[in-house]
């Protein structure tokens, strides 16, 4: 297990389960996300840079977090943070909001929210590179969780909507799980899909995970799974 690099100073790590980030700046580093199964994110890191290395959350599934053990400091929008146990007691909770750009020294990268797929998604984007590392709720050939507690598909059709219109500049997306890298044509199409789910167009299929049913929906590109419908 290891860094693979996308360009000198980006790099992407895939457990088997999840894909995660590593963006070195000129004074420090910020790793997006920390796997799942794996659990020296930290230590691989340090393999590609001997800059300090902060992290920062997409979402707190724990698909995401399988690292953070090993950091004392973990960034996040605070919409999620009902969704995060702290990895250890001493461990502090750095909160970003929509809008905020971390500065990792001549490379800034500005949190999007994207709620829905849960409700502190957010994304960030490299305003150099046009680099958007989207988290979970962009994705191709996936299987997007909208199933369980306070996950919302009208919340996520309107952040996908709204990053239609924000005009970011967004060359290219790394999404956390299923092809990569993707464009924004792959967002009206997502847009698209959940808004048949939502009219009730697509027949789902029942499936079950975790303990918990739900119904499965086929987009094409994707396959959504929702709350079962009343």
Do not use: W
Request: charged share 25%; hydrophobic share 40%.
């Amino acid at each position: 297990m290891a860094f693979v690099k996308i360009d000198e100073t980006t790099f992407v790590c895939d457990d088997g389960h999840v894909r995660f980030f590593l963006l070195i700046g000129e004074r420090e580093a910020l790793m997006i996300d920390s796997g799942m199964q794996i659990k020296n994110a930290r230590e691989l890191a340090a393999e590609v840079t001997d800059k300090p290395v902060k992290l920062f959350n997409t979402h707190a599934d724990r698909d995401h977090t399988g690292s953070n053990h090993e950091f004392d400091e973990v960034m996040m929008n605070p919409a999620e943070f009902v969704n995060y146990g702290s990895a250890h007691p001493s461990q502090k909770m750095v909160p970003v909001f929509d809008g905020d750009v971390i500065d990792l020294g001549n490379r800034q990268l500005k949190a999007i929210a994207l709620p829905g797929h849960t409700p502190g998604s957010t994304g960030l984007l490299d305003l150099k590179s046009g680099m958007f590392f989207s988290g979970d709720p962009i994705q191709q050939d996936g299987r997007i969780f909208m199933f369980g507690p306070m996950r919302d598909l009208s919340a996520y059709i309107l952040s996908l909507k709204h990053l239609m219109g924000l005009n970011e500049n967004i060359t290219v997306i790394y999404p956390a799980h299923g092809t990569y890298p993707l464009t924004m044509d792959i967002v009206p199409k997502l847009i698209a899909g959940a808004e048949k789910i939502e009219r009730g167009e697509i027949t789902p299929t029942r499936g079950e995970m975790f303990g918990n049913a739900f119904d499965e929906y086929d987009i094409g590109i994707d396959v959504l799974m929702c709350n079962i419908a009343d």
